[in-house]
């Protein structure tokens, strides 16, 4: 059984940065990918960024390109989102995702508040 503990989120103001944490119960060179998604109210859970661990090739949606960048510890067994030039549109809680087929981990969110 795989568990994901996020921690980070917060209140920042627009501009402002923050730097989410996923810490893994297994080691995740182990998994097949790890990735960030967000759900804001109203709104259907959207991918955010992703990374698969073998070979850490990356995506993004579009929305943060060139703001966010995704990464992992190995050593750590932690999964990280730096996000730089938070806008209010990025409010919503963020939820880290970890896919060992055949079986999808989801942890329980943190919430992420930018003011403008």
């Known amino acids: 059984q795989v568990q994901l503990v996020e921690s980070g989120g917060g209140l920042v103001q627009a501009g402002g940065s923050l730097r989410l944490s996923c810490a893994a119960s297994?080691?995740?060179?182990?998994?097949?990918?790890m990735g960030w998604y967000r759900q804001a109210p109203g709104n259907q859970r959207e991918l955010v960024a992703r990374?698969?661990?073998?070979?850490?090739?990356?995506i993004y949606v579009d929305s943060v390109k060139g703001r966010f960048t995704i990464s992992r510890d190995d050593a750590k067994n932690t999964l990280y989102l730096q996000m730089n030039s938070l806008k209010p549109e990025d409010t919503a809680v963020y939820y880290c995702?970890?896919?060992?087929?055949?079986?999808?981990?989801w942890g329980q969110g943190t919430q992420v508040t930018v003011s403008s």
């Open positions: 990374i698969t661990l073998n070979g850490g090739g990356t």
């Open positions: 995702n970890a896919y060992l087929s055949p079986n999808v981990y």
């Open positions: 297994g080691n995740i060179f182990s998994f097949d990918a």
